[in-house]
């Protein structure tokens, strides 16, 4: 086991600002709960939480972002309720990413496929750029909108489930560590079978490979090096599906980086 896995849990809202309210019911403290429970969750796995906050206090995206970019975590989770215009006509968890391909995109589809598994209808992983939180953050970031607070049926689920719903979340996690320290292990001696790979850089000198990987990594890309005939390759992202891989090398052009994909 990895000993160095680290998540930090943003339980949103907060203080005066409580979020989604229905019938009395405030969305900051839902949200407390389970960043709590997925805290427990997590560290039962052997991932080493931090939170943004531990009590009823608020601070502002761009506050909650730069203690997640402080913390030194490999994850920004951040927990939500949802709610609709018209109570009680929206149901189920989604995930919300500043862009589904990458690691954030894996994070994303993981935690709603367990959450499913759960009983939570999934209704998918979307994009919101906009979100400081999701686009502020250096690491991966997912934001959890754990069902909808002005609908009882999700309401009832979400109280009679709490704990099942945190470790639903916390397996999602897990999975993404262990596919990510996997094609890692993979990429080490090579290549990933049977995947396209978004190559941006070949160098002679290691130290100018680890350059480029630190700074995809720091704008959050899933970013690697393999070694082969003596040359460093860094690669942006390992994709299954080539339109994936085709979304990842648009968005690195688009910061100025040369690409390639290559497949194995």
Known sequence: MNENRKVIIDAGHGGPEPGAVYNGRKEKNDTLRLAF???SALERRGI??????VEDVYDTPYEK????NQSGADFFVSIHRNAMPVPGTGSGIENLV???????????????RQLAAVGWTDL???????LVVLRRTKMPAVLVEAGFLDNEKDNAFFDANLAATADAIADGILETFEELEAREDQAASG????????????FRL??????QLQELKDQGFPAFMTVKDGLFYVRAGAFREMDNAVQMERRLRRL???TLITRS
């Open 37 to 39: 429970d997925l805290g």
């Open 48 to 53: 080493q939480v931090s939170y943004t906050r």
């Open 65 to 68: 972002a730069a203690m997640g």
């Open 98 to 112: 500043f862009s589904s391909s990458g690691t954030a995109g894996l994070l994303g589809k993981n935690i709603g």
């Open 124 to 130: 998918g992983v979307k994009e919101r750029p906009s």
């Open 191 to 202: 290549e990933i079978p049977g995947f396209y790979m978004v190559q941006t850089g070949v």
């Open 206 to 211: 290691r130290s100018n490979a680890e350059a």
């Open 256 to 258: 100025g980086y040369g």
